[in-house]
């Protein structure tokens, strides 16, 4: 999808993402990783020390995983898509609309039917 979306856009993933959906919302914390810096740290006990592990997210986990953002950046992608600002009103309603599978059971991505 993330090499789609450059072919047609013309643009970097990271950045298409950031000028049509995280900018437009006012998602200040949201981002993806640069494979050349660590973004955290972990730490870890090993030989009876305690040593920090850098995590490094690599260039192609970008968009499989490479998204960090906070609770707060969250809140605002739920509420603009909930709002219709993300995907039109019917789309999402049909995202969320229960299927009827090949065994004639139903079934809901919340899971509960």
Do not use: C
């Not at 999808?1 to 072919?7: A, D, H, P, T």
């Amino acid at each position: 999808l993330s090499m789609i979306i450059e072919k047609l856009s013309g643009m970097s993933y990271d950045k298409y993402m950031n000028e049509r959906l995280f900018k437009p919302l006012n998602m200040t914390n949201t981002f993806f990783s640069d494979s050349s810096k660590p973004i955290a740290a972990n730490y870890e006990y090993v030989a009876e020390k305690l040593s920090i592990r850098n995590l490094v997210f690599p260039q192609f986990l970008h968009a499989a995983g490479g998204l960090f953002s906070s609770l707060e950046d969250l809140i605002k992608w739920n509420n603009a898509l909930d709002s219709g600002k993300i995907l039109p009103t019917a789309l999402s309603k049909e995202m969320w609309t229960a299927i009827t599978l090949n065994d004639s059971s139903v079934y809901r991505i919340n899971g509960k039917t």
